[in-house]
């Protein structure tokens, strides 16, 4: 066993990117369509502003009236936001305005109040007006018909707004893939329970329910199954609705790691299994009827590892995404042993620095069942495979956790 060489990391992603088509597009509202991706243009439908706007509160004027200061106009109206002044200014004519008010016809400047003096029906401009001052010209932020936020965008606070601003209040957007995963395993127990004492409090259920929705994916947690032929092909089955089925545990080579055994006699159909990985050697992926399947490692770290490896840019690839996995490059922190034929993946902590690269410290404990590094861990340090030894203040590339 130990001959069959192990598929770098970098193809297994491939392999599984390649096996991933987008899910179709649906009409999401605005309200509900932040992180989600653009299956369609956003389009203006309107122009803003849709006309000339005073962009200060003062008087709308003449440029030409305001050359020689102090300049004496009377006030013939007022225009506020939401609301017009509709004749037509006259030389001489100044009409009190609001910000967000429409220019009347004729006028060309804002007097801005402060360089104002007013006296009843005219008003006193002290400050020389420029041609086109304090206006917001329609069409200035976008114009009907231009396309302010393209296919393959990931919908932002501020792009909801945007599209608001276009009057567009449903978007067309890739639909969220379900996840269907479930545990495996006789010694595990639900949070919460009062486990005996060989029992495992299940923690991978929760912690990839909450990555798979930080991802923008539909968690569907089916529990914990027993290590059992049967029940894990009953759980496999409940996936059918599901775009992925992910399984966590048993899919190593002991007696009781019955995932792939119990699948594939079930219509699953294994694309690869096992990488040069640490943590997470067992790793499967296959197609396990109609859907993709992913088999992470059941150890907790191993599990949380993986699913940030292959299963984060598997979701994003179904909502329509190209994001590649972003290194950054860091400062080692303290020196690392040579590395093996697998790949490393140091669980660490990352300190910012100004004007310098950030430092990455690997934990001295890099035990894959402990979450508690993995809670504490800003980051994971890439080790390629064979890597020589590395001292403090090498360069080396780091996965952002955070
Ligand atoms: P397995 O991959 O099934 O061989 O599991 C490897 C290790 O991870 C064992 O020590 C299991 O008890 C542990 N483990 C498996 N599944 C879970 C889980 N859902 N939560 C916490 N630990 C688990
Ligand atoms: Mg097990």
């Known amino acids: ?14 392999r599984i990117l390649e096996a991933i088509t987008p899910m179709v597009p649906e009409r999401v509202p605005l309200a509900k369509a932040l992180g989600r991706v653009l299956a369609g243009n956003v389009v203006a439908t309107r122009s803003q502003p849709p006309a000339d706007l005073s962009a200060m509160d003062g008087y709308a004027v003449r440029a030409d009236d305001v050359q020689t200061v102090p300049a004496r106009l009377s006030v013939v109206g007022e225009a506020a936001a939401g609301s017009s002044y509709d004749k037509p200014l006259k ?7 609001f910000t967000g008010a429409p220019l009347p016809a004729g006028a060309d400047s804002i007097v801005i109040q402060e360089n104002t003096e ?16 304090h206006i917001r010209r329609a069409g200035l932020d976008f114009k009907e018909g231009d396309v302010g936020l393209s296919v393959g965008r990931k919908l932002s606070p501020a792009d909801i707004a945007y599209a608001a601003a276009m009057n567009v209040p449903v978007v067309i957007a890739h639909k969220r893939p379900k996840i269907g995963f479930f545990s495996t395993g006789n010694e595990l127990v639900l949070p919460g329970a009062t486990p005996g004492p ?18 923008g994916g539909e968690p569907f947690d089916l529990g914990i199954i027993a ?7 009953s759980a496999g089955r409940h996936a059918r609705d599901c775009d992925m089925l992910v399984t966590l545990g048993g899919a190593s080579v002991g007696d009781h790691d019955l995932v792939q055994s119990a699948l594939t006699a079930d219509g699953l159909t294994v694309d690869f299994w096992r990488i040069a990985m640490r943590p997470g050697k067992p790793l499967m992926f296959g197609r396990y009827r ?8 059941g150890n907790p770290v191993s599990a949380m590892v993986c699913a940030h490896l292959f299963l984060l840019p598997a979701i994003a690839a179904m909502q329509g995404l190209h994001a590649p996995l972003v290194l950054t490059r860091a400062r080692l922190g303290a020196a690392l042993a040579a590395n093996d034929k697998r790949e490393d993946y140091l669980r660490g902590t990352l300190v910012e620095r100004d004007n310098a690269l950030p430092v990455a410290t690997a934990f001295e404990r890099q ?7 993995m809670s504490a861990a800003d980051c994971l340090i890439v080790r ?10 090498d360069m080396v590339s780091v996965l952002r956790l955070r």
């Open 91 to 97: 030389a001489g004519e100044a009409v009190r305005i």
């Open 118 to 133: 007013r006296y009843g029906d005219y008003v006193i401009a002290r400050e020389k007006a420029k041609s086109g001052a």
């Open 1 to 14: 066993m130990g001959d069959i060489p192990l598929m770098p990391v970098s193809d297994a992603r491939a």
């Open 198 to 215: 060989h029992q495992i409090v299940s923690s991978n259920n929760d912690g990839l329910s909450a990555l798979i929705e930080s991802a």
């Open 367 to 373: 035990d894959s069942s402990m979450l508690s590094a």
């Open 227 to 233: 290590d059992d032929i049967v029940a894990i092909q």
């Open 384 to 393: 390629a495979p064979n890597a020589a030894a590395a001292a403090a203040g």
């Open 290 to 297: 109609d859907i993709p399947m992913l088999g992470l490692p």
